[in-house]
């Protein structure tokens, strides 16, 4: 595999697992679904951009 389609496949994985905390159970009486999904958005930011960072040249 390449180290793109590895930062790709990764980065799918990310998002996906963010659209699944945003269903969560056990989240769901955590607050408002703003709440919620203003949580989920700063993780992903977050994974996003350390992900992008462990992949520099």
């Known amino acids: ?3 793109s389609l590895v930062h790709f ?12 905390l945003f269903d969560h159970p056990k989240l769901q009486n ?3 679904r703003l709440f919620r999904g ?6 992903l930011v977050l994974g996003l951009r350390a992900l992008d ?4 040249p």
Request: aromatic share 14%.
């Open 53 to 56: 960072y462990a992949f520099l």
């Open 1 to 3: 595999m390449t180290q």
């Open 38 to 43: 203003v949580v989920v958005w700063i993780v």
């Open 30 to 32: 955590a607050g408002s």
């Open 9 to 20: 496949l990764m980065s799918g994985a990310l998002i996906a697992i963010g659209i699944y």
